[in-house]
């Protein structure tokens, strides 16, 4: 069972690595989000059943401990800025944190690649060595399936259907799920399934996982951060910009300018509500009316 603690690593190290805050910034949220575990763990409130109102309680409590305003100010920062880092990675559906006196926070609107930036990332990709074979069935599936990191890695040889073009996806929960393979996407795994892709990988016959690292190894969410981040610099994306959930951003926004309905989008990301790819149909608006503020003759004096 995962805990709450366990919960709060990952979000420090999300900030950690995928933002680059310092030391000091990192324990001081650790500090703030730990009271709040402590507090809970006291009231009895489970991190899945957390409401506003036991939020507000919590807060109020500080309150009555003659806690500084600033301090108090801080701790909620961190407390929002933790769970909306749930909710984005599915943790919790909703955030209970939103309506929290002091004002409401404004949704941090996933950044997804631009449809361009895309085809270059992965076009730049050769096909010279197993490496780049590798690389570019994992990031064509990233991009073309929307799949999290974490399922992507655990997808074995046994999930792909070549025939009814599916890959079976297993989420958080173990819940599964079949996606389909697109066209560009069918090629690129083709092309790494050869004697000259994954067959050249060392061990590559004991392992039934799809992606391996160097030494024959499944492939871990490191790893592809690492590849992620290597493809990226080759083509001149910053760091700062990319990562696997940016993939899974651009899938969904990409497919809802695109005309998808909401559904199926919330279908093939694995999203138990539809509220989560609700934020993905927010993105798709902001680029229309970008685009339309751009284009349209009319649309400006």
Known sequence: M???????TEYLQWLTIEKGR???????????????????KSAEVELDEIREGDLERYFNQLRRQK???????????SIRGWFAFLVVEEYLPTDPSALLRGGRRGRS???????EEITVL????????????????LLELLYGTGARVSEVVGIGLGDLDFDEEL????????????????????????NYLEPRGRG????????SRLFLNSRGGALSRQGVDLIIDKRALEVGIERSRI????FRHSCATHMLAHGADIRVVQELLGHVSISTTQIYTAVAVTSLKREYHNAHPRAHD
């Not at 310092?22 to 809970?40: G, N, Q």
């Not at 990709?125 to 069935?137: E, G, K, N, Q, S």
């Open 122 to 137: 992965l076009d730049s990709i050769l096909d010279v060595t197993p490496m780049d074979l590798r690389d570019r069935a």
């Open 67 to 77: 806690r500084a305003e600033t301090s108090i100010a801080r701790a909620v920062a």
């Open 22 to 40: 310092s030391r000091a910034t990192i324990e001081a949220y650790r500090r703030d989000i730990s009271k709040l575990l402590t507090w809970m």
């Open 243 to 246: 990562s696997a959930h940016v």
């Open 109 to 115: 609107l996933p950044k997804p690649l631009g449809e």
């Open 200 to 207: 050249s990988f060392p061990n590559a016959r004991k392992d």
């Open 2 to 8: 995962t805990t709450p603690e366990t919960r709060l």
């Open 167 to 190: 890959i079976l996806l297993t989420g958080k929960g173990s819940k599964q799920r079949l996606v389909p393979i697109g066209s560009t996407l069918m090629i690129a795994l083709r």
